[in-house]
């Protein structure tokens, strides 16, 4: 069965500090991993996904196979990356979403 | 473009009715998928129509259905509303055909309040 975990409801960190959001899934196939983000008062939408290697905004998610995690990481977090974070796995041309971890960066 | 759309943004109703959402996608997406965001469940597929035909369906009971239209427009419905079923209800769009993965481009919703 298709299962994305993200283990944190809710993360906080100081601005400037690095931030990792963390993601596992469970899978069978080849599946592909996105971020999907929704800043306050905005819609749902693309972050990153795993077979484009990019890096937006700062952020960057390395595909684990071996640990099968897709963690969200940004070396300097600021202000402007508070938000909802959504890890999602596409996967026998579903998508399941994980039940998303809220970024708090403080001043 | 005009991004996706979706009508009513917010309604309640009460257990034992019945209500029908719509979707309207960008322009030149021919698949739409349906979701329901909860507080603590995150985002929970629903279904997804390509060609006016569902490809495929999420674990919710048959109370939920859809449809799509001839202009990539879609609907979805639920039958004999319950508590559980109040919920944001997010429609998304994309480009690609089913199996054909790329990015997902999200409506605002509709929040459903069901007392």
């Known amino acids: 069965a298709q299962r994305v975990t993200q283990p944190e409801k809710l993360l906080s960190v100081f601005k400037g500090a690095p931030v990792e959001l963390k993601c596992n899934y469970s899978?069978?196939?080849?599946?592909?991993l996105f971020w999907y983000v929704q800043y306050s008062r905005q819609r749902l939408q693309l972050l990153l996904r795993h077979i484009s290697r990019e890096s937006i905004k700062g952020f960057t998610a390395d595909l684990n196979k071996g640990e099968t995690s897709f963690h969200l990481k940004k070396p300097f977090a600021q202000e402007e990356d508070s938000a909802m974070y959504y890890c999602?796995?596409?996967?026998?041309?579903?998508?399941?979403f994980g039940s998303g971890t809220k970024l708090n960066v403080k001043p | 473009k005009a991004g996706v759309t979706q009508t009513p943004r917010y309604l309640i109703k009460t257990r034992g009715q019945q209500v029908t959402l719509s979707c309207s996608p960008i322009?030149?997406?021919?698949?739409v998928s349906w979701y329901q965001q909860t507080p603590g469940q995150g985002l929970q597929f629903l279904f997804e129509?390509?060609?006016?035909?569902?490809?495929n369906k999420g674990n919710f009971p048959g109370r939920f259905s859809g449809r799509q239209f001839s202009n990539s427009r879609s609907e979805m419905n639920v039958s004999t509303l319950e508590l559980g079923d109040s919920a944001l209800y997010l429609c998304?769009?994309?480009?690609?055909?089913?199996?054909?993965?790329?990015?997902?481009?999200f409506g605002e919703g509709s929040r459903l309040t069901v007392l």
């Open positions: 999602s796995l596409y996967n026998f041309n579903k998508f399941y």
């Open positions: 129509y390509f060609s006016e035909t569902q490809r």
């Open positions: 322009s030149g997406h021919r698949s």
């Open positions: 998304a769009s994309s480009p690609h055909a089913p199996g054909g993965t790329g990015e997902l481009f």
């Open positions: 899978y069978s196939g080849s599946p592909e």
